[in-house]
T-cell receptor, first 120, second 113 residues
Framework: GAVVSQHPSWVICKSGTSVKIECRSL??????MFWYRQFPKQSLMLMAT?????????EQGVEKDKFLINHASLTLSTLTVTSAHPEDSSFYIC????????????????FGSGTQLSVL | GEDVEQSLFLSVREGDSSVINCTYT??????LYWYKQEPGAGLQLLTY?????DMKQDQRLTVLLNKKDKHLSLRIADTQTGDSAIYFC?????????????FGTGTLLAVQP
C-alpha cells in the first residue's frame, strides 16, 4: 500500500527553539496534505491543509505564524513549530492524499506514523 | 461545529466479539470511517461506509450505521490479541478541497488472552 514517511518520530527541544517536521509521500504524489495534532486521550485535531505550490489553509484558532507549513513539492510538506513552548508539546500527524484521487473520498488518504514533540 | 464522540476504553477476551461505538453530529456527513492506530504506526484505514447504507461487512468487521440517531458502530468478530489498538471513527464530507476528516477521541481496545 501507499506509504507516508514522517520524520522525526520524536523530538525533544528547549523552549524558544524551532522544530521542523517532514511528511513525505514515498510512492505517490500529493497536492494536498493535512497536519493534525493529538493531545493525550483526545481526538486528532486538524490544524491545516497543506496545498502544493500555494499557501496552507489553517483551521480556526491555529496560529499560522506559529505553525509554518511549506508544501514545496508533490511529495513533501513540512511543518515548522516556531519558538516552541511547553504547551506545544503534542503528537503531530500528517496525512497525504494521492493526487490521482483528488476530490474523491478519503480511502486514498494515507497517514504518517506521527511525531511526538516534547518542549522542555 | 461537527463533533464525533467515542468511549475511551473497551476490554474483551480473546475470541469474543468487540463492539466499538461512535456518535456524530454532522447531518451532512457523506462517508464515515474507522481507523486503527497501533503504537508507533500511522493510522490505518480499516473500513468505511457511505451514509446511505445501513450495514457493511468486511471479513471480521461489521459496520452498522443508524443515520437517524447519528450512531456508528464497529463490530470485530473473534477478536484477537493483535486487534489491540486504538480505534478512531471519523466523519468525512465528500468533495474537493473541503474534503477533510473529523475524528473521534479514539477507543482503546484491550484484548485479554
Amino acid at each position: 500500500g501507499a506509504v507516508v514517511s514522517q520524520h522525526p518520530s520524536w523530538v525533544i527541544c528547549k523552549s524558544g527553539t524551532s522544530v521542523k517536521i517532514e511528511c513525505r509521500s514515498l510512492d505517490f504524489q500529493a497536492t494536498t496534505m493535512f497536519w493534525y495534532r493529538q493531545f493525550p486521550k483526545q481526538s486528532l485535531m486538524l490544524m491545516a491543509t497543506s496545498n502544493e505550490g500555494s499557501k496552507a489553509t489553517y483551521e480556526q484558532g491555529v496560529e499560522k505564524d506559529k505553525f509554518l507549513i511549506n508544501h514545496a513539492s508533490l511529495t513533501l510538506s513540512t511543518l515548522t513549530v516556531t519558538s516552541a513552548h511547553p504547551e506545544d508539546s503534542s503528537f503531530y500527524i500528517c496525512s497525504a492524499r494521492d493526487l490521482r484521487f483528488e476530490g474523491s473520498t478519503n480511502e486514498k488518504l494515507f497517514f504518517g506514523s506521527g511525531t511526538q514533540l516534547s518542549v522542555l | 461545529g461537527e463533533d464525533v464522540e467515542q468511549s475511551l476504553f473497551l476490554s474483551v477476551r480473546e475470541g469474543d466479539s468487540s463492539v466499538i461505538n461512535c456518535t456524530y453530529t454532522d447531518s451532512s456527513s457523506t462517508y464515515l470511517y474507522w481507523y486503527k492506530q497501533e503504537p508507533g504506526a500511522g493510522l490505518q484505514l480499516l473500513t468505511y461506509i457511505f451514509s446511505n447504507m445501513d450495514m457493511k461487512q468486511d471479513q471480521r468487521l461489521t459496520v452498522l450505521l443508524n443515520k437517524k440517531d447519528k450512531h456508528l458502530s464497529l463490530r470485530i468478530a473473534d477478536t484477537q490479541t493483535g486487534d489491540s489498538a486504538i480505534y478512531f471513527c471519523a466523519d468525512g464530507t465528500y468533495g474537493g478541497a473541503t474534503n477533510k476528516l473529523i475524528f473521534g477521541t479514539g477507543t482503546l481496545l484491550a484484548v485479554q488472552p
